[in-house]
């Protein structure tokens, strides 16, 4: 599927800014804001820091990207679109698909009071490494 048809899919409208900014997500893989505003405004310096937010929001919202919060308080954005985990590992971002973990941890937590009226959506484990010595 292309972006153009990414983005409609989402419900959203396909405009060049919001198809600009899905791809250089898709390029960069995992990646912060600051280095997605440095690729669009390389490409198009004309599109502002508040439109490059506003459409990395609405994809978060559509559900096509999704925001990673770092060990380091930074966030990520990610465009992997099926359930799977991250690695933090020698300063890289390593994505780590296991759909047994996925469902154990998942029939765990709804065995939990905590989670009795709720419906757990997506499961996201993030998992923090170093080499070993």
Known sequence: MNTGEIIKKAGLKVTPQRTM?????SELG???IDTILAGVQQKSPEITVSTVYRILDSFCEA???S????PNMKY??????VEHHHVF?????LDYTDPELTATVKKRLESADLFENLDIEKISIQ??????S
């Open 21 to 25: 900014v899905y791809d250089m997500v």
């Open 30 to 32: 995992h990646c912060s």
């Open 63 to 65: 559900g096509i990207i």
């Open 67 to 70: 925001k990673i919060a770092c």
């Open 76 to 81: 990520l954005f990610d465009v992997t679109p």
């Open 89 to 93: 590992a020698n300063n890289k971002v």
């Open 127 to 132: 998992i923090v490494a170093t080499s070993k």
